[in-house]
């Protein structure tokens, strides 16, 4: 599975990408793996306040509905809304088009989250 | 069965890089190159299907016909040889304890192949019952059982069957004969859970492994895939078949499933939960299945949402899937009498919020 060395990860498979006053948030090769065809995904409105480890979207394949969660507290201020026409990004391009949400954090740097190397090691095989 | 079992056919799965569940005490394939085109495949070609979970039980001796007709909903009384019918074992009280299919192989000779989640408790009501003459064999875990379903499927069958037998190639729907397959003897049923036409083929453990490897092979050319449990459930409810354990269960009949037609009461035939079903059938029931569909762009029809019109709760989805084939959502849900016609508007709740949806025949596509 690939595992961007640029990011970090959340144990319930979303990675997170810190930019300038933001950062972005999708869900992993492996997440995208496990849940297979994404047919329909529901996203937070920017604005909205959320915690870290609050259920926020859901992603739904054929098979089942998953909550996704934020890796860490702040305020959403942008939607994929690319996401609504053609939520197979999310397989195709899990850390590319296919990302969630943009959130502005509470604080400056993240706490919580795994590395790479980390989030890697508790994948199977 | 407390310890999971492992299919006959697991070895192929490993090989095919399946990716594997629990499901009703087995370990089976969920999905193989993926949910979506194992779905298209069987739709527009074919797809191999591991049943070997699905249980298989005969029903032996002079009393099988007097037993079987005092213990199932429909009539087996209307099976010649070689034929099948999808019938119903219940309850006192209607309930549906399994749905099954019942072959009839000779006059003392009848095959129930029955859901995997009430293989046991079939055994047990079928043993128990004190029918005379009559034995009741097959535990789980003792067959191989695969279905080759799809547009393409007869032509693959045909080209496997040997040709210098007496039995008609491929059989006729709902129609089961003994043939040889990749040099095993099998027994081939024209029947199955996808809406597309298509074969059910019962074989011992250790043919399954060469048989399973030889209609794939076959069928290669014709774009043949082997599909898990995944597209099985998709491929079922877009043909609005039930399953057991979601949309049939003990507290529900199968007329409030609306299967009645499967109930057969013309004759004088006592079998457990009769009076309820001629009550139902006589005077309606507070319940009934209807089909749902959505719209592209919202979010699926899920098992267990509930179910409005208005304000008014009037009943909940018992399966619902994103359709593959028509891009939009489609469900089976139990709902209050009188149950609105198709066409009507109603909703369902996910995540506190109203999704619009429509009544629909439960066949969501067309009939082959």
């Known amino acids: 599975m690939n595992t961007p060395s640029d990011l970090l990860y959340a144990k319930s498979h979303e990675w997170l990408r810190l930019e300038k006053d933001s950062a972005t948030v999708g869900i992993t090769d492996h997440a995208q793996s496990e849940l297979s065809d994404v047919v329909y995904v529901e996203l937070p409105k920017p604005g909205r306040k959320v915690t870290a480890g609050e259920a926020i979207a859901t992603v739904e394949s054929v098979k089942a509905a998953s909550d996704i969660y934020a890796p860490v507290g702040g305020e959403i201020v942008e939607a994929n809304t690319a996401l609504t026409s053609d939520p197979g990004l999310v397989n195709r391009e899990p850390y590319g088009q296919g990302w969630l949400f943009r959130l502005k954090p509470d604080q400056p740097k993240p706490t919580g989250l795994l590395s790479p190397t980390d989030y890697a090691a508790t994948l199977p095989h | 069965m407390s310890a999971i079992a492992s299919s006959p056919l697991a070895l192929c799965h490993q090989s095919l890089g399946a990716r594997m569940i629990p499901f009703a005490g087995w370990n089976l394939p969920v999905e193989y190159?993926?949910?979506?085109?194992?779905?298209?495949?069987?739709?527009?070609?074919?797809?191999?299907?591991?049943?070997?979970?699905?249980?298989?039980?005969?029903?032996?001796?002079?009393?099988?016909?007097?037993?079987?007709?005092?213990?199932?909903?429909?009539?087996?009384?209307?099976?010649?040889?070689?034929?099948?019918?999808?019938?119903?074992?219940?309850?006192?009280?209607?309930?549906?304890?399994?749905?099954?299919?019942?072959?009839?192989?000779?006059?003392?000779?009848?095959?129930?192949?029955?859901?995997?989640?009430?293989?046991?408790?079939?055994?047990?009501?079928?043993?128990?019952?004190?029918?005379?003459?009559?034995?009741?064999?097959?535990?789980?875990?003792?067959?191989?059982?695969?279905?080759?379903?799809?547009?393409?499927?007869?032509?693959?069958?045909?080209?496997?069957?040997?040709?210098?037998?007496?039995?008609?190639?491929?059989?006729?729907?709902?129609?089961?004969?003994?043939?040889?397959?990749?040099?095993?003897?099998?027994?081939?049923?024209?029947?199955?859970?996808?809406?597309?036409?298509?074969?059910?083929?019962?074989?011992?453990?250790?043919?399954?492994?060469?048989?399973?490897?030889?209609?794939?092979?076959?069928?290669?050319?014709?774009?043949?895939?082997?599909?898990?449990?995944?597209?099985?459930?998709?491929?079922?409810?877009?043909?609005?078949?039930?399953?057991?354990?979601?949309?049939?269960?003990?507290?529900?009949?199968?007329?409030?499933?609306?299967?009645?037609?499967?109930?057969?009461?013309?004759?004088?035939?006592?079998?457990?939960?009769?009076?309820?079903?001629?009550?139902?059938?006589?005077?309606?029931?507070?319940?009934?299945?209807?089909?749902l569909k959505g719209q592209p762009g919202q979010p699926p029809p899920r098992h267990d949402y509930p179910v409005f019109q208005g304000d008014r709760k009037i009943g909940v989805i018992t399966s619902g899937v994103p359709s593959p084939t028509l891009g939009h959502g489609i469900a089976l849900a139990l709902i209050t009498t009188p149950a609105p016609a198709c066409g009507q508007d109603l909703e369902f709740e996910v995540r506190g919020r109203r999704v619009p949806v429509k009544v629909s025949p439960r066949r969501f596509i067309p009939k082959k």
């Open chain 2, 33 to 291: 190159s993926g949910l979506l085109a194992e779905h298209k495949a069987t739709r527009q070609a074919a797809g191999l299907f591991d049943i070997s979970h699905m249980g298989q039980v005969r029903a032996l001796g002079k009393g099988a016909l007097p037993a079987l007709a005092s213990l199932l909903a429909n009539d087996p009384a209307k099976l010649r040889d070689g034929e099948g019918q999808y019938t119903f074992l219940l309850n006192q009280h209607g309930g549906v304890i399994d749905d099954l299919f019942l072959y009839r192989l000779g006059s003392e000779e009848y095959l129930l192949v029955v859901n995997a989640s009430r293989h046991l408790e079939d055994l047990q009501v079928l043993t128990n019952s004190g029918c005379k003459d009559v034995l009741f064999q097959g535990a789980p875990g003792h067959t191989a059982g695969m279905a080759l379903q799809g547009p393409k499927s007869p032509e693959i069958l045909s080209r496997m069957l040997k040709a210098d037998h007496t039995n008609p190639v491929p059989p006729a729907r709902n129609r089961i004969a003994k043939y040889r397959l990749a040099g095993h003897e099998v027994l081939v049923a024209a029947t199955g859970y996808t809406g597309e036409d298509g074969f059910e083929i019962f074989t011992d453990l250790s043919a399954g492994p060469v048989i399973w490897n030889a209609v794939l092979e076959a069928g290669k050319t014709d774009g043949l895939l082997p599909c898990g449990l995944g597209s099985r459930d998709s491929l079922r409810l877009e043909a609005g078949f039930p399953l057991n354990g979601q949309d049939l269960s003990p507290e529900i009949t199968p007329i409030e499933a609306g299967l009645g037609f499967f109930v057969d009461l013309n004759q004088i035939r006592p079998f457990p939960g009769r009076p309820v079903l001629e009550e139902q059938k006589k005077n309606g029931t507070r319940r009934l299945c209807v089909g």
